[in-house]
T-cell receptor, first 115, second 110 residues
């Protein structure tokens, strides 16, 4: 079974530029998450989708971050304009269960460096 | 607000030792707790998932326990190997989002 796929693995941009990350969850997984992991910290949830609807985006900086999951499968996370503090690894995860008991499976992550 | 703490932040032990990693959480109203492993520059690999009704889960040399009333979980690693070197994170699922600890960076010395 293929895992969660993410691209690109690495991205270096200058501040005020834009960047987009892509995620393809495990086939059949209805729930998709985007997490931000700053070096030395645990991941922090940015947004959670159930199919193509947003369940939780309370910690998403909506003035610069946006995410979509069209057709309830792939998802993209965009940052525009980027700030220095956005340097982090962006992790995508998916879960089969739509409830609160499901196991999460993570991708390899997309490492962003903002100069 | 749920807070998850992992102590110590880093641990170094010789190969072959049995060891315990700790995870504590402030709100005992949880649905489950999940332990992950993260290698440098990589994503998170799920190790064990313990539902709130369970006391422990085992997978190979790993055993995770859960004590909801005291807000604690432990991950026991038997007969440690250099390949076990990684950062171990616990994550607690409550009524809202999954909350992660900051992780314990484990080094197994040959």
């Amino acid at each position: 079974e293929a895992g969660v796929a993410q691209s690109p693995r690495y991205k270096i941009i200058e501040k005020r530029q834009s960047v987009a990350f892509w995620c393809n969850p495990i086939s059949g997984h209805a729930t998709l998450y985007w997490y931000q992991q700053i070096l030395g910290q645990g991941p922090k949830l940015l947004i959670q989708f159930q199919n193509n609807g947003v369940v939780d985006d309370s910690q998403l900086p909506k003035d610069r971050f946006s995410a979509e999951r069209l057709k309830g499968v792939d998802s993209t996370l965009k940052i525009q304009p980027a700030k220095l503090e956005d340097s982090a690894v962006y992790l995508c995860a998916s879960s089969l269960s739509s409830g609160l008991t499901g196991e999460l499976f993570f991708g390899e992550g997309s490492r962003l460096t903002v100069l | 607000k749920q807070e998850v703490t992992q102590i110590p932040a880093a641990l170094s032990v010789p190969e072959g030792e049995n060891l315990v990693l700790n995870c504590s959480f402030t709100d005992s109203a949880i649905y489950n707790l999940q332990w992950f492993r993260q290698d440098p520059g990589k994503g998170l690999t799920s190790l064990l998932l313990i539902q709130s009704s369970q006391r422990e889960q085992t997978s190979g040399r790993l055993n995770a326990s859960l004590d909801k009333s005291s807000g604690r979980s432990t991950l026991y690693i038997a007969a440690s190997q250099p390949g076990d070197s990684a950062t171990y994170l616990c994550a607690v699922r409550g009524a809202q989002k999954l909350v992660f600890g900051q992780g314990t960076r484990l080094t197994i010395n040959p």
